[in-house]
């Protein structure tokens, strides 16, 4: 068998034992059946055999981009189409998609698209300071491009995207995109991780087309302090974001802070309190090290001194219950609104149940936030491979997802993009 779909909620608990056995089998046999072409190819992909070249496209420019750049990326999306159909009538029984489940059992039913390498903002945690050179807009995916990766995803089992970037909403075509990826059968959420400069006047839109959740990156409450954080103005335009989304019924709406040593620690129980009148998710990031950043361990405040310091001002703060593949560790002040929550990726990984995947701006599928392995997805879809092949290459590099990263220390010294180049 060459093709592994993904099976139907109410059978997964019986199943899963069979499953787990199957999707190896799959990826074996797959493995031996692999063609020299596939070989090449795939060798192609991860060496990257494109070099990272740098321009300065501006946004005209990138809204001209925006057409599709390739040909073969609109045949292979018909084929994709007829595929999905297909697949979605009889996978009922089928297992988990062998080609998103890695040697440790974990599946990968959560995508993270970055829509483009620019921003309208400069944190200094996520851009280095000395900017970034963007990719030319031609080695960028194109609409189309994206699309097919996503309808190929969802196809074989993903139920959650997340737009992210740069910043996503300053995407010409972001609200075209949403649209499109709201047709996509079996795509649970979409959701998006915004600066939220331009969400309040994007948003009534947003939700008309489709947008389930928004994640608002917000560092500090004083502006002062914000223009010294991301390097531009605008507090008061992410204010008025986070209060729309609130308007607009998003419950909770979740904000995004990266807790630094020396910039924002001391306003952790503002944060906090904030969620006494307002249905605010704030999730409290541990500062994490990309290239340009300048992290170090002393800027860091780790998960647990964060709620030691919480628990001074509220010690009855309540741990409640989360989902498996839920990275946050959540928490809630009785009688509050809203709850706050910590992402420990630094102090206490949860590499054990992640079930994410990301690609890049540029078509590059990064199977960890913080290996630096990547295969170009665009170079396969732009040479012209068939679905099956380029499957084997997505099974291929999700197959080799090591078990856990590799320690903050590590990960500090190691070469990985800067954050922005990603998308968180
Ligand atoms: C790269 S941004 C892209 C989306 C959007 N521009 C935004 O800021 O929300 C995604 C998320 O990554 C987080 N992030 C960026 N650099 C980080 C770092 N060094 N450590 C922890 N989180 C980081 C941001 O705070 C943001 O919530
Ligand atoms: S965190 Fe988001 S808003 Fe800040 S520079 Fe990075 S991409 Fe832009």
Not at 152 to 161: D, N, S
């Amino acid at each position: 068998m060459f093709y592994c779909s993904r099976g139907a909620q109410s059978a997964e608990n019986n199943l899963r034992a069979m499953t787990a056995h199957a999707s190896m089998c799959c990826r074996l046999f797959d493995r031996q059946r692999s063609s020299k072409h596939f070989r090449k190819l795939f060798v192609q992909c991860v060496n990257g055999n494109t070099q990272r070249l740098y321009s300065g496209a501006t946004h005209k420019e990138n809204a001209l981009e925006l057409g599709d750049s390739t040909s073969s990326a609109a045949n292979f999306a018909s084929s994709v189409k007829a595929r999905t159909k297909q697949s979605l009538s009889d996978d009922s029984i089928l297992p988990f998609s062998a080609f998103l489940t890695d040697n440790f059992g974990r599946r990968h039913n959560y995508l993270r698209i970055s829509l483009t390498e620019k921003c309208n903002l400069r944190c200094q945690y996520c851009m280095p300071e000395e900017g970034v050179k963007l990719t030319p807009r031609g080695q960028l995916l194109s609409t189309s491009e994206i699309l097919t990766l996503a309808r190929l995803f969802v196809q074989e089992g993903v139920e959650k995207i997340r737009l992210t970037g740069g910043e996503p909403l300053i995407r010409p075509d972001i609200l075209d995109i949403i649209a499109e990826l709201r047709k996509l059968e079996g795509l649970k959420t979409i959701a998006v991780t915004t600066n939220g400069m331009n969400l309040a006047r994007l948003l009534p839109k947003l939700k008309d087309t489709g947008l389930d959740l928004i994640n608002i990156s917000l560092d500090t409450l004083v502006p002062a302090k914000f223009e010294f954080i991301v390097r531009r103005k605008g507090f008061h335009k992410v204010m008025e974001g986070i209060d729309k989304a609130i308007e607009m019924g998003y419950n909770p709406v979740k904000v995004n802070c990266v807790v630094m040593r020396g910039l924002n620690e001391d306003e952790l129980l503002d944060f906090v309190a904030l969620t006494e009148k307002k249905p605010l998710d704030v999730r409290f990031i541990e500062y994490m090290p990309f290239d340009g950043n300048k992290w170090n361990f002393k800027k860091m405040v780790s998960y647990q001194e964060m709620l030691d310091h919480i628990r001074q001002q509220w010690p009855n703060l309540e741990r409640l219950e989360t989902g498996h593949t839920e990275t946050a560790k959540t928490f809630k002040v009785p009688g509050f609104k809203g709850q706050v929550g910590f992402i420990t990726s630094m102090s206490d990984h949860f590499c054990g149940s992640c079930n994410r995947l990301r690609i890049t701006a540029d078509g590059n599928l990064k199977v960890c936030l913080f290996g630096n392995t990547e295969v170009s997805l665009r170079d396969v879809l732009r040479s012209g491979v068939s679905e099956e092949e380029l499957l084997q290459i997505v099974g291929a590099a999700v197959g080799r997802k090591k078990k856990q990263h590799a320690g903050m220390y590590n990960i500090s010294q190691m070469k990985n993009r800067p954050m922005i180049l990603i998308g968180g």
